[in-house]
């Protein structure tokens, strides 16, 4: 039996100080979804997180609330496990600094590279931040303050071993620059680089002012310095000097996705402590942007964080994973807002995903009893469909591996868009009109079927329930918890005959006046979020609109199948109007303008998510747009030729 070809991937260890935020679900969701973009091409992959249990902060914290670090961490840690079942996170271990099997490989690789003469004690004197667990020279400070939290240090004087970092320097430099894809993305390996330049000091790896920590095995009043400490998680984990043939599998990672705040512990300390241990480095370390509400990056002192577990139960665990892959750029920083991840579960997910798959069904159901016709007379347009679906799943492929996770999404939505474009081109409502029709007809169902299976499919890794709950009702896959990546690459592989099923709405819309931000934000941001509103208060604003408020306008191409005059009402017109596979009725106040059979077999544009609303007792399902001059004597209504109804417009 042929061995797979092996795929590791971490993310940093989280510090268990206080409850995990959306920040944190962001790196190991996107993480996720790389493990099991690799299982799903047939690498054996293994996925580690875990958590960096030690430090003055968390024995300091610990010691307020009156409990012994350990009895507070392990609340801390059951809550972090319980969020990754939660957003269903596959991970294959889950590492503790606090385990003795942890704790052991750290002190032989003290001892190691201590003995070789790359650790020696000396006095230090340094800027300590505690929050951050980092020392600073005074050029390094800003203002006086943590470069990197702008919070108060402290200058600490105490004996230290120190590492001698400038060893390995230009050894470091030139495997940066012979390995280019080592630091991803670009603009954080000529951060690191510019960095080891102005000169790499010594690293205090130990201190005595705290005993919570791995001690010194030699000098046991010495702990550790916590991020020596927590980098080893990478070799531990996977058995360094306890299981030989695991650590042979698996090492060197494959890659280290961690925030770009870390960037330098894993691009400079941690590469040079594997130099001193003469062990390989990692294949690459990506450092990531910070998710930024408005306010800037979420932190508990601002009290802005936002609790992923409380999104997951109001959206569900697919469209809260869909919207951190989709609408952050990795690599970049992006922004959240609670609104843009409804507009975006509308928008892609319930109208054009869901809406996809549900017409489909409806269409077999009716057309041929729910039962999956065969292919057969093919036309240009089904080519051009299989062309996309190919061309996608290149580009998909070619997104995930350079770990470009929006990209990847913005390319699978290619095809969906493509595929409801197809039920407008093709118009399967009249081929059922036509016996002679019947065989065109069910190649048109089958290729929808068809291209909706390798959209799922690219879909798994970021939306692993997805396939299961779709199944239900399209009946494509014969075991849901199989599907192979590869499969999204070929075409035909549908089974005729299966039969399908009218299931829940795979995406519900969401009406966005229900929205309760409180209640997805942490507590201690009430007083923020109250300041905030008071100061806006006293500022008055330009009455601009922002995108996300646009995107909440969902327009579509709406095409005008049948018009007449409303009785007793001079300027009202009833237009029905089809929007693809739907139909609707729509009241227009234009009947002074227009002649009904003027606007029949019109595009207009129409306001698709206007609540609809009775005029003179007819309900009226939206808005037909349109332009007048200032004193509404003459009203036009915006016309398309091209692009086929229920497409939307944007």
Request: aromatic share 10%; hydrophobic share 40%; proline share 4%.
């Amino acid at each position: 039996m042929q061995k797979k070809e092996t795929f590791y991937i971490t993310t940093p260890i989280y510090y268990p100080s206080d409850n995990l935020h959306i920040g944190h679900a962001y790196t190991t969701v996107a993480a996720d979804c790389m493990a099991r973009f690799k299982r799903m091409q047939g690498y054996d992959v293994f996925y580690l997180t875990g958590t960096d249990e030690h430090g003055q902060k968390i024995e300091k914290i610990a010691l307020e609330k009156g409990k012994k670090p350990l009895e507070y961490v392990d609340e801390i840690v059951r809550n972090i496990r319980n969020l990754w079942d939660t957003l269903l996170i596959t991970n294959n271990d889950f590492i503790r600094t606090t385990e003795k099997r942890h704790e052991e490989v750290v002190q032989k690789i003290f001892q190691k590279v201590y003995d070789q003469g790359d650790i020696f004690i000396s006095q230090y004197e340094g800027w300590y931040c505690t929050p951050c667990e980092t020392f600073f020279t005074k050029r390094q400070l800003v203002d006086g303050k943590c470069p990197d939290c702008d919070r108060e240090v402290e200058l600490l004087q105490e004996e230290s071993y120190f590492f001698n970092m400038g060893k390995y320097a230009n050894r470091l430099l030139e495997h940066i620059e012979s390995h280019p894809e080592f630091i991803q993305p670009e603009s954080r390996r000529n951060e690191v680089v510019n960095f080891i330049k102005m000169g790499l000091e010594d690293l205090c790896v130990s201190r005595t002012t705290f005993q919570w920590g791995t001690p010194v095995p030699f000098n046991p009043k010495h702990v550790v310095y916590v991020w020596f400490d927590a980098l080893i998680n990478y070799l531990s984990a996977i058995g360094y000097d306890s299981d030989e043939e695991k650590f042979e599998r698996y090492w060197p990672a494959n890659i280290h996705l961690i925030g770009k705040d870390i960037l330098r512990f894993h691009a400079i300390i941690w590469p040079i402590m594997l130099m001193a241990m003469g062990l390989p480095l990692p294949r690459q370390v990506f450092g990531h942007g910070w998710i930024m509400l408005e306010g800037g990056k979420m932190s508990k002192s601002k009290g802005n964080v936002v609790d992923p577990v409380i999104l997951v139960d109001k959206y569900g665990v697919d469209a809260v994973r869909y919207y951190l892959i989709k609408e952050l750029s990795f690599g970049q920083d992006g922004l959240y807002s609670e609104e843009m991840l409804v507009n975006r579960i509308n928008s892609d997910l319930a109208n054009d995903v869901g809406n996809l798959i549900s017409r489909t069904v409806a269409m077999i159901i009716r057309y041929f009893d729910g039962k999956i016709p065969a292919a057969d007379v093919t036309e240009p347009v089904d080519q051009e469909l299989q062309d996309l679906a190919q061309q996608v799943f290149q580009e998909a492929t070619a997104k995930l591996e350079n770990l470009d996770f929006s990209g990847y999404l913005i390319a699978v939505m290619k095809l969906v868009s493509r595929a409801n474009k197809y039920i407008d081109e093709t118009e399967p409502w009249l081929l059922a009109k036509d016996e002679s029709k019947k065989n065109r007809l069910a190649t048109v169902m089958y290729n929808l079927l068809e291209s909706i299976r390798i959209i799922i499919t690219m879909l798994a890794p970021a939306m692993p329930t997805l396939p299961e709950r779709a199944n239900q009702q399209i009946q494509v896959f014969a075991d849901s918890d199989q599907i192979k990546w590869q499969d999204a690459g070929s075409w035909g592989l549908v089974n005729s005959g299966a039969e399908v099923k009218k299931g829940e709405i795979l995406f519900p819309r969401i009406d966005l006046k229900t929205l309760e931000e409180d209640n997805i934000m942490d507590d201690n941001k009430a007083d923020v979020v109250e300041n905030e509103a008071a100061k806006a208060t006293e500022e008055k604003q330009p009455e601009y609109i922002s995108i996300d408020d646009f995107a909440r306008v969902d327009l579509r191409v709406a095409e005008v199948i049948a018009c007449e005059k409303m009785e007793k009402a001079d300027k009202l017109l009833v237009l029905r109007v089809r929007l693809g596979d739907e139909e609707r009725t729509v009241v227009s106040g234009i009947a002074k303008n227009y002649k009904p059979e003027e606007l029949v077999g019109k595009k207009v544009i129409l306001v698709a998510n206007l609540k609809p609303t009775k005029l003179r007792g007819t309900l009226s399902q939206g808005m037909i747009l349109a332009a007048s001059d200032p004193d509404d004597n003459d009203v036009e209504v915006l016309t398309l030729e091209r692009i086929p109804s229920g497409n939307r417009v944007k």
